[in-house]
């Protein structure tokens, strides 16, 4: 860190369309490079994914949140041979080739942030060749086969019948949502797990023994949610829940539990949440963590703000189910990973129990002892880490523990 005069002072100065502000405080420069708030913006696209026939067509929304100044987005197919894509502002209709060679081939619809153009969703379609002739009879097809929907999105079902005459009537089979007498579809606003399934079913009033099904799959979008527990409490307890500052017994205000942070933020308004804008105040009276304590990184600034603009929901989230811990290494993950959880606390010459994290030799003294694995799996025996905060995430404990088993490498 630069050693610079005694004093407060700061200055705002323009860089290239981004801002770059340096606060000076007692002795230190604290230097952001990037804006994080513009990197709140998010893009998304619904549906997220469809299955379809030959022929049919099926209408795209897309959206851009949080954005400053441009709320506009580029559509494009990834392979423009494969269907044609209308475009009318935030919506497209995709219309899929008459024919297909093979059982099925898929293309994607790319939406993306003019603001941002670092920020973009994507639909990906899935087409089929069906059995289309009836020489067994009524035949039922639906458009569209097989559909992924982000929460409380709706989605109207169209219905075909091969060989007969007649309407059909509409039913939720499975799942949750509700289904009209017309089969427009919509998701729940919660759901008790996410991803969840449904099946949606075309009844023939001819003749009741003829039916077709469609699949249904409510998610998230692409931009991933924000976790309570398993993103903003640890970065909040590190860097902010410590002794003399927002824990139950000192400070203003506790920010080691979830209830705490409410009286700071506006659910659905990070810009308007003190939570948020703190970090980043250009008054040095304001900002926190105050110095000499460094600053939230950009990514952990965005994360709060992302956070709060999905409404700053108390959730916990495991992603062991999909984890990877094939490829771990110091240098990308595991750097990381302490910088947001432990590093507020474990740096320095003041780092708690003269522990510092913020190197690899600090952190290999640590996994060569065994405390690394101890503290965060919360072992008896061992002091619990992140201190005060809920343990780590399944996945994240899983990507250390193989990195310590390859012999913790300077990688």
């Known amino acids: 860190m630069k050693r610079m005069k005694q ?33 709140l913006v998010v893009t998304s696209i619904s549906p997220q994914a469809v299955t379809l026939a030959p022929g049919a067509s099926i209408t795209f929304t897309s959206s ?17 041979n494969v269907g044609q ?3 009318t502002g935030g919506m497209a209709i995709y219309t899929a080739p008459a024919s297909v060679s093979g059982a099925a081939t898929s ?6 942030s003019r603001e941002d153009p670092t920020k973009t969703a994507q639909a990906v379609i899935t087409i089929v060749n069906s059995d289309t002739s009836s020489a067994t009879g009524t035949k039922i097809l639906l458009t569209p086969v097989a559909i992924t929907l982000e929460p409380a999105r709706s989605q109207q079902f ?18 949750y949502g509700i289904v009209s007498s017309t089969g427009l579809y919509t998701a729940p606003t919660a759901a008790p797990s996410l991803p969840s399934f ?17 699949t249904i799959t409510v998610a998230n979008s692409n931009d991933s949610l924000i976790c309570f527990e398993r993103d903003i409490l640890p970065v909040l307890v590190g860097n902010c829940g410590t002794s003399g500052c927002h824990t139950a017994s000192d400070g203003p205000g506790d920010l080691t539990h979830y209830q705490g942070t409410l009286k700071y933020l506006t659910p659905g308004l990070a810009r308007s949440s003190r939570l948020y804008l703190a970090p980043t105040d250009f008054d040095i009276s304001k900002r926190m963590p105050p110095p000499p304590r460094p600053m939230l990184s950009p990514p952990q600034i965005i994360a709060l ?7 700053a929901q108390n959730t916990a989230c495991s992603n062991a189910s999909d984890c990877d811990t094939s490829s771990v290494h110091y240098s990308g993950f595991i750097q990381t990973t302490m910088n947001t959880y432990c590093v507020g606390c474990h740096q320095g010459a003041s780092a708690g129990g003269g522990i510092d994290l913020s190197n690899y030799s600090g952190l290999g003294a640590q996994a060569a002892s065994g405390k690394l694995m101890g503290s965060i799996t919360f072992a008896a025996g061992f002091s619990a880490m992140p201190k005060g905060g809920p343990r780590l995430d399944d996945c994240t404990i899983a990507k250390i523990q193989a990195w310590v088993n390859r012999g913790y490498p300077n990688d």
Do not use: E
């Not at 851009?64 to 423009?80: E, G, R, Y």
């Not at 992302?306 to 409404?311: C, E, F, L, T, V």
């Open 158 to 175: 169209q219905a075909s019948i091969a060989g007969a005459s007649g309407s059909v009537t509409w039913r939720l089979v499975s799942g």
């Open 85 to 87: 894509l209308q475009i």
């Open 107 to 112: 293309v994607s619809v790319l939406v993306q």
């Open 64 to 80: 851009v949140a949080h954005f400053q100044n441009d709320s506009s987005l580029t559509w494009s197919l990834s392979n423009p």
């Open 305 to 311: 703000g992302r956070w709060i603009d999905q409404g």
């Open 198 to 214: 449904g099946i949606i079913r075309a009844t023939s009033t001819v003749d009741p023994t003829k039916f077709a099904d469609a």
């Open 7 to 39: 004093g407060t002072t700061w200055r705002l100065v323009a860089v290239m369309g981004f801002a770059l502000f340096v606060i000076r405080a007692a002795g230190c420069d604290y230097n952001i490079t990037s804006n994080p708030d513009k990197s």
